[in-house]
């Protein structure tokens, strides 16, 4: 249980150098004309590699302390319940801007998005954040009472993976154009970690192989966190101080992914607490006994 506590830290370390890193770099050591860094991409390579470390050793320390998972055991906690209310009205929205946008396009051909042009994937997404907007604020409710509000509809929460799809192919096709490969790897893998950290939350509030669901959502939850914060809330910082690059995702849409990210970490932080258990399950004791030499 301590390692799992300690892996939480070593995360909440790991993107807040992260941070501090990438923006140093975006600031003195990025040429914003060409695209390019002027320090050979030393501080970039840094800013990647210090929270992915961070990101293996929590997995390695979630992964030592497997057999303490238990199910999802849900208790009143505003901090959860605020982080769920705060995604939900960043994504629903973002889901309203985009769909100013998408009026302006049609009346003008102009739009903030460069994928706009892609009406299927555009609205796609435009309703798969409204989906998953409205499902967040839904689920606020049960961390704010303390009650497993997924009973009647456990698939409800396969809104927040039908987001996570659509952010990924929005990613990978329209927002990994930069010359580099650090910032098309923060790009497409913060993306593709949220998606798999929402698919487990999507098995764990359904009541499926909770504890196995549990293992795997502090694994790629916590790249997710990681890898998430340190891009997003450096590109948002900077964004205020008018500093965007080509090949950068909108603002909303960096901060819809910043927010379900904290959402995650919130989350793991309340699942630490109530749901690990003090000695390992009687399952994970048998299993180790079965591969014991006599």
Not at 78 to 89: D, I, K, N, P, R
Not at 91 to 109: C, N
Not at 128 to 151: C, I, P
Not at 256 to 269: D, K, N, Y
Request: aromatic share 14%; glycine share 10%; proline share 3%.
């Amino acid at each position: 249980m301590m390692n799992v506590g300690n892996a939480l830290k070593v995360l909440c370390v790991g993107f807040g150098v992260g941070v501090v890193l990438r923006v140093v770099q975006m600031l003195y050591f990025f040429d914003y004309a060409t695209g390019f860094y002027t320090d050979g991409g030393l501080v970039a390579g840094l800013s990647l590699g210090l929270p992915l470390l961070a990101a293996v050793v929590n997995g390695v320390m979630c992964f030592k302390s497997r057999r303490y998972f238990g199910p999802y055991v849900p208790r009143r906690n505003a901090l959860v319940g605020g982080a769920a209310v705060f995604s939900g009205l960043v994504l629903i929205v973002s889901s309203v801007l985009q769909g100013i946008d998408a009026f302006h396009f049609w009346k003008t051909g102009l739009s903030g998005y460069d994928f706009a042009h892609q009406k299927t994937i555009y609205f796609a997404f435009l309703l798969a954040s409204l989906l998953f907007g409205g499902v967040q604020l839904y689920m606020s409710v049960g961390f704010f009472t303390g009650q497993r509000n997924l009973q009647a509809v456990p698939l409800l929460y396969l809104a927040a993976v039908a987001w996570g799809i659509a952010n990924l192919i929005l990613a990978y096709v329209f927002y990994a154009k930069s010359s580099s490969f650090v910032e098309n790897f923060f790009s497409v893998i913060s993306c593709a970690s949220l998606l798999m950290s929402l698919f487990y939350l999507c098995k764990l509030f359904a009541g499926v192989d909770e504890e196995g669901a549990a293992k795997r959502v502090f694994v790629s939850g916590g790249l997710a966190v990681v890898l998430t914060v340190t891009y997003c809330f450096s590109n948002l910082a900077l964004m205020l101080l008018g500093r965007q690059y080509v090949g950068e995702a909108p603002g909303p849409i960096q901060l819809s992914s910043l927010s379900v990210a904290l959402f995650v970490l919130t989350f793991l932080i309340n699942f630490r607490k109530y749901s690990l258990r003090r000695t390992p399950s009687e399952a994970s004791k048998q299993e180790e006994r079965k591969f014991k030499p006599n």
